[in-house]
C-alpha cells in the first residue's frame, strides 16, 4: 500500500499543475494515469495543435504545454504511475483507498480528480458481434506482432497506427487495409509506402469500404466489407485490427457515490470539494455555476484544490499563504535556496 | 434564429429554436437532446458530436475542414452524409436544417 499525502487522478495540464502546488506548499503526491505518457488531452487529442488562451504564453501546442508543465515539476519529486486506471476509491476509518486496474493499492485523506472527460479507451468497431472475438482474434492494439505471421489480417483505420502496422504486418502477413475513405490522414511518407506496398501486391487496399458483419466460430474466420455504393465483398480474415482512436469514458468514475451532473462531477468552488470529504474534483471534469472549460481554470481550481489537501493532510498545522518571490520556504522547495 | 430537427435514434423529433452564432452541437446539449456527447466540448477533437445531414440539407452545408473528415474516419458509423454538429454555426439560412443523430457516439 503506497501512502501519500494526495493522489492526483489524471496527468493532463490540470493534474500536473495540481502536483506543482501541492509540492509547492509542502505536501506529497503522487499522480494515475489511465494513458502510457503524460499531458492527457493535450496530448493524446491535439499534440500539434497551438493553443492560444494561455496566460503570458501567446502561442503553444498540446505538446509544448505538456513539456513546460513538466519541467516545471523538474524541482519536486512526484511519482507518477501511468498505464494504471483507477477502478474503485472506498473509505476505510480515515483516508481514501484507491485501487488500480492492476492492483496498486494507494491511501491517501486527499483524491483529486483532474481526468478531463474520464479515461481514453480505444474505439471498437461498431459491430456488435465482435466483442465475441474481442482479444482473441479481434483487436485494437498489437501486443505480440508475431501470432499474425502467416495469416490474413483485416486493418481497419486511416491513421499512423493502421498505416504503420499495415506496413509491418505486409512483410510476413497478408494484409488486406480497408478505409472509409481514399484519403489518409497518417503523416504523407507513411501514406507513400502503404501505396508503393499496394502496388506491389503486398498490401490489398480497401477504400471506401467499411465493416458489416463478422463470421465465424469462435475464431474469426471472414468479414464483410461494403462500400458507398452497396457493393459488398466477404474477406477471408484469421484477424481484424481496428485503428479508430481513443474515446474518453467516464468509466468506474461513476461508481464512486460523487453526485453528478451529466458526465461532470459537481463542486464547491471554494475548495473544488465534492459531495465526498477529501475528493475533488478540478479541470475539465468539474461543473459549478460559470465553469469554463479552459485550461486556465484548470489551474485555478488545482491550486485551491491543493490548499484544501493541506487541512486533511496535515491537521495539526497550518496553513500560511506564501508568495514564490519572497518566501525562503517555497525557495527552498524550489531548489532556489539552500 | 433556426428551427433546427434533431431525430434521434429512436425516430423521436425535437424541433429547436437554435440562436445565431451557436453551432447546432451547442443546440442540441443546451437543451438536452440525447445522443449527442460533444466530449471535447466543441474542439473537433472527439467525434462525438456525430450526425447525418438530410441529403437536401448536405450540400447546402459550408464546406468541411480538413481536421474534421479525419474526425469522422472516428465516428461511429460514418456515412456520406456525415458531420461534427460542432463544426455547423448556426444561421438564419440553416432554419429548417434536419439532422438524425446516431444511435451511439462511440
Given at each position: 500500500m503506497i501512502k501519500?499525502?494526495?493522489?492526483?487522478i489524471?496527468?493532463?495540464?490540470t493534474g500536473?499543475?495540481?502536483?506543482?502546488?501541492?509540492?509547492?506548499i509542502?505536501?506529497?503526491?503522487?499522480?494515475?494515469?489511465?494513458?502510457?505518457?503524460?499531458?492527457?488531452?493535450?496530448?493524446?487529442?491535439y499534440?500539434?495543435?497551438?493553443?492560444y488562451?494561455?496566460p503570458a504564453?501567446?502561442?503553444?501546442?498540446?505538446?509544448?504545454?505538456?513539456?513546460?508543465?513538466?519541467?516545471q515539476?523538474?524541482?519536486?519529486?512526484?511519482?507518477f504511475?501511468l498505464s494504471?486506471?483507477?477502478?474503485?476509491?472506498k473509505?476505510?476509518?480515515?483516508?481514501?483507498?484507491?485501487k488500480?486496474?492492476?492492483g496498486?493499492?494507494?491511501?491517501t485523506?486527499?483524491v483529486?480528480?483532474?481526468g478531463?472527460v474520464?479515461?481514453?479507451e480505444?474505439r471498437?468497431?461498431?459491430?456488435?458481434e465482435?466483442?465475441?472475438?474481442?482479444?482473441?482474434?479481434?483487436?485494437?492494439?498489437v501486443?505480440?506482432?508475431?501470432?499474425?505471421?502467416g495469416?490474413?489480417?483485416?486493418?481497419f483505420?486511416?491513421?499512423?497506427s493502421?498505416?504503420?502496422?499495415?506496413?509491418?504486418?505486409?512483410?510476413?502477413?497478408?494484409?488486406?487495409?480497408?478505409?472509409?475513405?481514399?484519403?489518409?490522414?497518417?503523416?504523407?511518407?507513411?501514406?507513400?509506402?502503404?501505396?508503393a506496398?499496394a502496388?506491389?501486391?503486398?498490401i490489398?487496399?480497401?477504400t471506401?469500404y467499411?465493416?458489416?458483419?463478422?463470421?465465424?466460430n469462435?475464431?474469426?474466420?471472414s468479414i464483410d466489407?461494403k462500400?458507398?455504393?452497396d457493393?459488398?465483398?466477404?474477406?477471408k480474415?484469421?484477424?481484424a485490427?481496428?485503428?479508430?482512436?481513443?474515446?474518453?469514458?467516464?468509466?468506474?468514475?461513476?461508481?464512486?457515490?460523487?453526485?453528478l451532473?451529466?458526465?461532470?462531477?459537481?463542486?464547491?468552488?471554494?475548495k473544488f470539494?465534492t459531495?465526498?470529504?477529501?475528493?475533488?474534483?478540478?479541470?475539465?471534469?468539474?461543473?459549478?455555476?460559470g465553469k469554463l472549460?479552459l485550461i486556465?481554470?484548470?489551474?485555478?481550481?488545482g491550486?485551491l484544490?491543493?490548499?484544501?489537501c493541506?487541512k486533511?493532510?496535515?491537521p495539526?498545522e497550518?496553513?500560511r499563504?506564501e508568495?514564490?518571490?519572497?518566501?525562503?520556504?517555497l525557495?527552498k522547495?524550489?531548489?532556489?535556496?539552500? | 434564429?433556426?428551427?433546427?430537427t434533431?431525430i434521434?435514434?429512436?425516430?423521436?423529433?425535437h424541433?429547436?429554436?437554435?440562436?445565431n452564432?451557436l453551432t447546432?452541437?451547442?443546440?442540441a446539449v443546451?437543451n438536452?437532446?440525447?445522443?449527442?456527447?460533444a466530449?471535447?466540448?466543441?474542439?473537433?477533437?472527439?467525434?462525438t458530436c456525430?450526425?447525418?445531414?438530410?441529403d437536401?440539407?448536405y450540400n447546402?452545408?459550408?464546406?468541411?475542414e480538413?481536421g474534421e473528415?479525419?474526425?469522422?474516419?472516428?465516428?461511429f458509423e460514418p456515412k456520406?452524409?456525415s458531420?461534427?454538429?460542432?463544426?455547423?454555426?448556426?444561421?438564419?439560412?440553416l432554419d429548417g436544417?434536419?439532422?438524425n443523430i446516431p444511435?451511439?457516439?462511440?
Amino acid at each position: 500500500m503506497i501512502k501519500t499525502d494526495a493522489l492526483i487522478i489524471g496527468a493532463g495540464p490540470t493534474g500536473l499543475f495540481t502536483a506543482h502546488q501541492i509540492k509547492l506548499i509542502g505536501l506529497d503526491c503522487e499522480i494515475v494515469d489511465n494513458l502510457d505518457k503524460v499531458g492527457g488531452q493535450c496530448i493524446e487529442l491535439y499534440p500539434d495543435k497551438p493553443i492560444y488562451d494561455i496566460p503570458a504564453v501567446p502561442e503553444c501546442t498540446g505538446e509544448e504545454l505538456t513539456k513546460n508543465l513538466i519541467n516545471q515539476l523538474k524541482p519536486f519529486d512526484i511519482k507518477f504511475h501511468l498505464s494504471e486506471r483507477v477502478e474503485e476509491v472506498k473509505k476505510d476509518n480515515v483516508n481514501w483507498i484507491v485501487k488500480t486496474n492492476n492492483g496498486k493499492i494507494f491511501s491517501t485523506p486527499n483524491v483529486i480528480i483532474a481526468g478531463g472527460v474520464g479515461s481514453f479507451e480505444p474505439r471498437k468497431f461498431s459491430i456488435k458481434e465482435c466483442e465475441k472475438f474481442e482479444n482473441k482474434s479481434v483487436f485494437y492494439s498489437v501486443k505480440d506482432k508475431k501470432i499474425f505471421e502467416g495469416k490474413t489480417v483485416a486493418i481497419f483505420g486511416g491513421g499512423d497506427s493502421a498505416l504503420d502496422w499495415a506496413i509491418e504486418l505486409s512483410k510476413n502477413s497478408k494484409v488486406n487495409l480497408i478505409h472509409r475513405r481514399e484519403e489518409f490522414r497518417g503523416a504523407q511518407a507513411t501514406v507513400n509506402k502503404m501505396h508503393a506496398l499496394a502496388k506491389e501486391g503486398k498490401i490489398n487496399l480497401f477504400t471506401k469500404y467499411q465493416m458489416t458483419s463478422v463470421h465465424g466460430n469462435g475464431q474469426l474466420e471472414s468479414i464483410d466489407i461494403k462500400n458507398d455504393d452497396d457493393e459488398k465483398k466477404n474477406l477471408k480474415a484469421d484477424y481484424a485490427l481496428g485503428f479508430f482512436g481513443l474515446i474518453m469514458q467516464l468509466g468506474p468514475i461513476a461508481n464512486w457515490g460523487l453526485n453528478l451532473d451529466k458526465k461532470t462531477i459537481e463542486v464547491d468552488t471554494e475548495k473544488f470539494e465534492t459531495n465526498q470529504k477529501g475528493i475533488y474534483a478540478v479541470g475539465d471534469i468539474c461543473s459549478y455555476p460559470g465553469k469554463l472549460k479552459l485550461i486556465l481554470s484548470g489551474f485555478h481550481e488545482g491550486a485551491l484544490a491543493a490548499r484544501a489537501c493541506f487541512k486533511l493532510a496535515r491537521p495539526d498545522e497550518k496553513y500560511r499563504f506564501e508568495f514564490t518571490t519572497t518566501s525562503t520556504n517555497l525557495l527552498k522547495r524550489l531548489g532556489k535556496k539552500e | 434564429m433556426a428551427k433546427i430537427t434533431y431525430i434521434t435514434s429512436d425516430a423521436k423529433v425535437h424541433e429547436i429554436e437554435v440562436q445565431n452564432g451557436l453551432t447546432v452541437m451547442e443546440g442540441a446539449v443546451q437543451n438536452n437532446i440525447p445522443g449527442i456527447d460533444a466530449d471535447c466540448g466543441g474542439g473537433m477533437a472527439c467525434a462525438t458530436c456525430h450526425v447525418y445531414v438530410q441529403d437536401d440539407w448536405y450540400n447546402k452545408l459550408s464546406a468541411k475542414e480538413d481536421g474534421e473528415e479525419d474526425m469522422l474516419d472516428m465516428a461511429f458509423e460514418p456515412k456520406k452524409n456525415s458531420r461534427l454538429s460542432c463544426q455547423l454555426i448556426v444561421s438564419d439560412e440553416l432554419d429548417g436544417l434536419v439532422v438524425n443523430i446516431p444511435s451511439k457516439q462511440s
